[in-house]
């Protein structure tokens, strides 16, 4: 068992923006291959960051009104991981049509930075109690003494850790793939969507759910992944 101790140290804040500059690298790292104007690839860098903050930001609002509707403070809502992929998503259209580019391609170059973008986010959860696991009393069970949000003194499975180590070996994946000149879409989204889905069993909140709204949001993204994926499979053979 390990008992988690308050460092007095911003770690979450230090962690979420980490993991959002490594998946920025990445990306810039990717596109350049593309041959885009350099004012493109700090554009496209910019409707990233800003898709990937809005869309955590007002997913969680969504998805959570009737917990902040009364005091709806930006600086104090949480970061959702699929309202980030939603607007990353959806500011790459924007991105595309306004700057005239193949959608396809600008996403198969951006996707393999998502998953490593949660996965170290992950690790801010983990030392801040957030997103906490079942009650477990097992090998590696946490314990918080200090967290404002995971419930003090109970033995917890470390499930932060399990993402952030599931969702990098994902990333390292679909990179390897995407290195071979594979069309990584819908294995992206399909491996993403069912690894978010079966891991969300292992959370406190979803106690007492058939599905909880992270897997009813996994679903489109599984079945997506899987027709692309096939769709993809069988043009080529």
Excluded: W
């Excluded at 930075?113 to 030392?127: E, R």
């Excluded at 906490?132 to 109970?154: E, F, Q, R």
């Amino acid at each position: 068992m390990v008992n988690m101790i308050n460092t007095k140290i911003p770690l979450y804040g230090l962690l979420v923006i980490t993991g959002i500059l490594s998946g920025l690298y990445i990306i810039y790292k990717n596109v350049k291959t593309l041959n885009y104007k350099k004012e493109e690839n700090y554009g496209l860098i910019l409707y990233i960051l800003l898709g990937t903050l809005f869309g955590a930001k007002y997913f969680t609002l969504l998805t959570n009104f009737n917990k902040y509707k009364d005091n709806i403070d930006f600086n104090k809502i949480g970061l959702s991981s699929y309202g980030a992929a939603i607007g990353i998503i959806i500011l790459l259209i924007i991105f595309a049509k306004q700057y005239k580019k193949n959608f396809k391609e600008l996403i198969n170059n951006i996707l393999p930075a998502i998953p490593l973008m949660y996965g170290i986010s992950k690790i801010g959860c983990f030392l801040a109690g957030c997103c906490y696991g079942i009650k477990y009393n097992g090998p590696l069970s946490i314990t918080y003494k200090y967290s404002l949000s995971a419930p003090k003194n109970i033995s917890l499975f470390p499930i932060q850790i399990i993402e952030t180590i599931t969702f990098i070996l994902i990333f390292l994946y679909i990179s390897k793939k995407k290195k071979e000149n594979k069309n990584i879409i819908g294995i992206s989204l399909f491996l993403c969507g069912l690894t978010k889905f079966l891991l969300d069993y292992l959370r406190m909140s979803h106690a007492g759910k058939i599905l909880s709204i992270n897997q009813i949001v996994s679903i489109p993204f599984i079945i997506t992944g899987l027709i692309l994926y096939f769709k993809e499979k069988s043009k080529n053979n």
